[in-house]
């Protein structure tokens, strides 16, 4: 069986969605790191306790929600990559516009831990896209490369956001 370009040029597309997923949780790691040494001793608000709980998780379920729906409307994978880019930016800012204490760094690793349970929302917009990506053979052989790929944001962001 001949594989047509279309196939090799949208798995191509697929993993370097996953390979972007895994660069963006080392990045949240490394903010992570970061922000423990930076703002060590900062006090925090209450404000800032009650954003740090719940408005990171509200706003990751409704971004992969927003990307599931728009994808199955549009069917394009710059979709995705706009949603990936939009939750780098808040990751980044979640890092440096809350206040953390010695306290509330903990929550932040809890913050990242559900953070990376939020990708089954995604996996939806991923789902809807695969069936025009990728042929039905070529996702069959390809099916444990690709789960390998497509999982390890979601393997790798608790450790990274906890250790």
Do not use: Q, W
């Not at 939020?118 to 990728?134: K, M, N």
Request: with cysteine; aromatic share 18%; glycine share 6%.
């Amino acid at each position: 069986m001949k594989i047509k370009y279309e196939d090799l040029l949208a798995m191509r597309n697929v993993f370097l969605l996953s390979i972007y997923a895994f660069v963006v949780t080392l990045v949240g790691g490394a903010l992570g790191i970061i922000n423990y040494y930076h703002f060590y001793e900062v006090t925090e608000s209450p404000l800032s306790l009650g954003l740090l709980y719940f408005f990171p998780i509200v706003f990751r379920i409704f971004l992969f929600l927003v990307a599931g729906m728009v994808v199955s409307f549009m069917g394009s994978v710059n979709v995705l990559i706009l949603i990936y880019f939009i939750g780098l930016a808040f990751d980044i800012a979640i890092y440096f516009l809350i206040p953390f204490s010695r306290e509330t760094i903990y929550l932040l690793y809890i913050i990242l831990t559900l953070s990376a349970l939020t990708g089954p929302f995604y996996a939806i917009a991923v789902r809807v896209l695969i069936p025009d990506l990728v042929s039905r053979d070529m996702l069959l052989r390809a099916n444990s490369i690709f789960n390998i790929a497509y999982r390890s944001p979601e393997i790798f962001s608790p450790f990274l956001g906890v250790c």
